[in-house]
């Protein structure tokens, strides 16, 4: 057998491949990409790229220690059999801020609003919507602790999701608090759980210690039925002042503009670099425990890789995930389309003739040829299985006359253009 991708990663498909599922379309991928870039850059998010490995600290403090990704899930980098403690990055915010405190974008104006996409890298247990290489569009904010700055953030999640056309989405709500509240609550839940600490599983043991609020994120049956038996009490309940007044503001603009969300009271992110506003998009179609995105406030995130503090907020979204949401509510959006007009020579003296006449064409539109002289029969099925518009097929006549006959594959009809109006022709069909 020829070899074979890794386990939880995906071709990208172009359309028509015989194994051709929504979540692997090439053309779906650039879709919800378009999608979301034009949303984002309406709203002045300007695009910003990083590099796909980085320094494995980066990784440990600012998405932290305690969380699955950094102790379970992290690609480490190899090379000459040796590894320079580098990583494949799992997540793009670290790297945004990273980049931010790097090249001083400080001192362009504030709020700075980034955008970028592209794969991510978890070594997760594979199954539907969970991979190993994913992707993201991703969305940072840096220099503002305005909730104005958090509706904002939420209202464009949500305004992918309309332009997209899925009707199946919930924004779930919350807040993880000041670093105070937090110390708080984890208190709470050591007392909680010290008593039944024998029942956790041992990475929850673990978790007792490093950070309890991680044990609400569990994935194992028995520290989730230990969680719902103790009753513990949401981390909403012990938000301080200032950072109840934050989310009720962050709740009254998503209010006012319209924006549905559900509070989730114990709202748990798989990274530690939260506080304040926390927020999911879940879709039905893709499972409960499969958010289509996610994100949050991370004022604390800067400093606590080195730089001055910065207030942050973003979210990114799982494109896989969106693909699967559009493919559960039956959404049919056109593949690639193909090319305007197709070209092809009926002998082997016009060949290097029509492939001449299509580059001129590429100016103005998308033309294609056929590399070998083709009957007028088969030029015109070659053109119909490329999707074309347009065909036209060179003889002596035509290049003695200086002239195309070209055809509409839709009507039939036929019309003949001098070959210095073909891109005239193109610009208006
Ligand atoms: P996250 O919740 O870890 O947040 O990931 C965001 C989204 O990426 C998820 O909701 C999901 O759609 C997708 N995703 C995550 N893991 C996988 C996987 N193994 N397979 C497929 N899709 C996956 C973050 O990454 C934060 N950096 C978001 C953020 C930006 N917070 C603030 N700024």
Avoid: C
């Avoid at 990704?69 to 403690?85: A, L, S």
């Amino acid at each position: 057998m020829a070899l074979q991708r890794p386990k939880g990663t995906q071709d990208h498909l172009p359309d028509g491949s015989p194994k051709l599922t929504r979540d692997v379309q090439a053309s779906a991928f650039t879709h919800v990409q378009d999608t979301a870039r034009r949303v984002l850059e309406r709203a002045g998010a300007q695009f910003i790229d990083t590099p796909l490995f980085e320094e494995a600290e980066l990784v440990r403090r600012g998405v932290g220690g305690s969380t699955d990704i950094v102790r379970k899930e992290m690609f480490t980098v190899y090379y000459f059999g040796d590894h320079g403690g580098y990583v494949l990055r799992p997540e793009g915010t670290a790297s945004i801020v990273r980049a931010y405190l790097q090249n001083g974008l400080k001192q362009l104006p504030a709020p700075l609003k980034l955008w970028t996409h592209g794969p991510m890298f978890r070594a997760e247990n594979v199954q539907k919507g969970r991979l190993r290489q994913f992707h993201q569009v991703d969305y940072e904010v840096l220099g503002s602790t305005d909730p104005l700055v958090d509706a904002e953030a939420i209202w464009l999640m949500w305004e992918v999701v309309r332009e997209l056309g899925l009707t199946g989405v919930r924004v779930k709500l919350g807040s993880i608090g000041d670093p105070t509240d937090r110390e708080a609550y984890n208190a709470y839940l050591r007392d909680l759980f010290k008593p039944h600490e024998g029942r956790l599983s041992g990475d929850s043991q673990d978790r007792l210690i490093r950070n309890p609020m991680r044990i609400l994120d569990s994935k194992s049956e028995g520290d989730q039925a230990l969680i719902r038996e103790l009753g513990v009490r949401p981390m909403l309940d012990f938000l301080g002042e200032e950072a109840r007044a934050h989310f009720e503001m962050v709740q009254g603009y998503l209010r006012d503009w319209g924006v549905p969300f559900d509070i989730d009271p114990s709202i748990v992110r798989g990274l530690d670099y939260y506080r304040r506003t926390a927020w999911e998009l879940h879709h039905e179609g893709v499972g409960a425990k499969s958010a289509l995105g996610g994100g949050g406030r991370y004022d604390g995130l800067a400093a606590q890789l080195g730089g001055p503090e910065v207030p942050g907020i973003g979210w990114a979204f799982g494109i896989e995930r969106l693909l699967l949401a559009l493919e559960a509510e039956g959404m049919a959006f056109p593949g690639a389309e193909g090319p305007l007009l197709f070209l092809a020579a009926m002998d082997e003296e016009n060949v290097g003739l029509a492939a001449r006449v299509a580059l001129q064409g590429r100016r103005v539109a998308r033309v294609e040829f056929a590399y070998r002289a083709l009957k007028p029969g088969n030029a015109f099925r070659e053109a119909d299985r490329r999707h074309a518009r347009y065909a036209a097929v060179i003889g002596s006549d035509e290049a003695a006359r200086g002239v195309l006959n070209i055809k509409n594959l839709n009507s039939g009809e036929g019309r003949e253009v001098p070959l210095a109006e073909l891109n005239a022709f193109l610009e208006q069909a």
